[in-house]
């Protein structure tokens, strides 16, 4: 059983988080999974649109996460109120995941826009698992891919 995935039988729940502040890609990731997945019904997709929110999320509550889907150019408050995009905050994150007990065995999906060599040598570093560069593959390509997680 890889991640937190709840096996009844042969049932097995995947249990998955999006962290994504463009909401374009936050609804296109849920519903793929819902439209596109061999059996929908065991696919559960949990989206938040920051790293404080996705934080929050994995502090309240029980529920093991399999998959989790991070951006990697997140908008960021920086003091002033000034929002800014920024890829430290999500690498600290990642690294934070995969040095915790609860989560190193979830598998860290960076889902970018940006394909560049440089960003997906620096995600590898903190322990992302994958990286794919949104619009590379289709919908159903990423759902395949996620379950043959």
């Given at each position: 059983?890889?991640?937190?995935a ?11 988080l999006?962290?994504?502040?463009d ?23 949990i ?37 800014v ?5 999500t ?59």
């Amino acid at each position: 059983m890889r991640g937190g995935a709840i096996m009844t039988g042969a049932i097995k729940t995947k249990h998955i988080l999006v962290v994504e502040d463009d909401e374009m890609f936050r609804i296109l990731l849920r519903d793929m999974f819902w439209i596109h997945s061999t059996d929908h019904s065991m696919i559960e997709v949990i989206t938040r649109r920051s790293l404080a929110e996705a934080r929050s999320y994995i502090e309240s509550t029980q529920m093991p996460l399999d998959v989790i889907f991070v951006g990697l150019w997140l908008l960021t408050p920086r003091i002033g109120g000034i929002m800014v995009r920024d890829m430290s905050p999500t690498l600290e994150f990642i690294k934070e995941l995969k040095s915790s007990e609860r989560y190193k065995n979830s598998t860290v999906v960076v889902y970018s826009r940006f394909g560049e060599k440089e960003f997906k040598e620096k995600a590898k570093e903190v322990g992302a698992d994958h990286y794919l560069v949104k619009g590379e593959l289709s919908p159903k390509e990423v759902v395949d891919f996620v379950e043959t997680l």
